[in-house]
């Protein structure tokens, strides 16, 4: 990923409202498929990276991506969680979407 990329990522979570981004690999299938029925929410900004392709290592570097898959939520431009698995995307739905 180059510096663009990251620059656009640091604006992009900069944003008023909550903003998720998730880390995944196609063997979160469970993870995924909530993942993207949450895009019809308008209360949240949610990214998504693919760890695997190589676009994105940059960035999962510099955040220290290592498990997947992973979350990140930002508010103001503050991270105000981080959240890993699938047994915590529950917490995610209560927290930051359905609120």
Excluded: A
Excluded at 3 to 23: G, N, P, R, W
Excluded at 68 to 90: A, R
């Amino acid at each position: 990923m180059n510096k663009d990329k990251i620059d656009k990522y640091k604006f992009l979570v900069q944003s008023k409202k909550i903003v998720i981004v998730y880390f995944y690999s196609k063997e979160c299938i469970k993870t995924n498929t909530i993942y993207d029925s949450l895009s019809k929410k308008n209360n949240v900004l949610l990214l998504k990276y693919d760890v695997e392709d190589i676009i994105n290592k940059k960035l999962i570097q510099e955040l220290d991506v290592k498990i997947y898959p992973y979350f990140y939520i930002y508010k103001n431009g503050e991270m105000i969680d981080q959240i890993l698995g699938t047994l915590n995307v529950d917490k995610i739905l209560s927290q930051y979407v359905y609120t």
